[in-house]
């Protein structure tokens, strides 16, 4: 299975801050990289697919980069709505696998 | 696009696990349908996924316990887990696998339930 690695586990941050988190492949994935919201109470959401697409309805200060084992998401300016906890996920070989996640507190 | 999972939220060791998603909003053609879990303090897991015409796609970590399979007429997808065990309790997701060619081919998660708590205990 490929395994996936995020950093940090946890951030603390502000609203207005610009914030990264990190996502690692064990192997090449190509750029099969999805991002993903979980909010409590809420279905997840997703974020961000193929590294860098940007799905319809998904604010414009979310973005993603990346390519073979290393990508990013990047929030540009946090909003309250977007303390959460974040997961990245691969899709380029079965099973598909996911990071341990990202908790975002204020 | 609207998935809603239903089922027990206890099931005894041993005994087998069975989870339905209604989906309303949109046919159940042409996509792919999945399960994922979350273990109490643990990671998301894919459990699988299953097309629109049946065809099947499981985590080997499971793939001996799992069937998984589609109620055209209801708009559901069902998720069958046998023999399970105390490791098996988890918030157990379902949603809707998206393929797109236009971004190079790329499978992603664009729906989901909000997941329902299945608990394994005697």
């Known amino acids: 299975d490929i395994h996936m690695t995020q950093s940090p586990t946890s951030l603390s941050a502000s609203v207005g801050d610009r914030v990264t988190i990190t996502c690692r492949a064990s192997q090449n994935i190509n750029r099969y990289l999805n991002w993903y919201q979980f909010r409590p109470g809420k279905a997840p959401q997703l974020l961000i697919y193929a590294t860098s697409y940007l799905p319809n309805g998904v604010p414009p200060r979310f973005s993603g980069s990346g390519s073979g084992t290393d990508f990013t998401l990047t929030i540009a300016s946090l909003q309250p709505e977007d303390f959460a906890t974040y997961y990245c996920q691969q899709s380029d070989t079965n099973p598909l696998t996911f990071g341990q996640g990202t908790r975002l507190e204020i | 696009v609207q998935l809603q999972e239903s089922g027990p939220g206890l099931v005894k060791p041993s005994e087998t696990l069975s989870l339905t998603c209604s989906v309303s909003?949109?046919?159940?053609?042409?996509?792919?349908w999945s399960w994922i879990r979350q273990p109490p303090g643990k990671g998301l897991e894919w459990i699988g996924y299953?097309?629109?015409?049946?065809?099947?796609t499981y985590n080997p970590s499971v793939m001996s316990r799992v069937t998984m399979s589609l109620d055209m007429s209801k708009n559901q997808f069902s998720l069958k887990l046998s023999s399970v065990t105390a490791a098996d309790t988890a918030l157990y997701y379902c949603?809707?696998?998206?393929?797109?060619?236009?971004?190079?081919?790329?499978?992603?998660?664009?729906?989901w339930g909000q997941g329902t708590q299945v608990t394994v205990s005697s």
């Open positions: 909003g949109n046919s159940l053609s042409g996509f792919y």
């Open positions: 949603a809707r696998v998206q393929y797109d060619v236009y971004s190079g081919g790329s499978y992603y998660i664009d729906y």
């Open positions: 299953i097309y629109s015409t049946g065809s099947t």
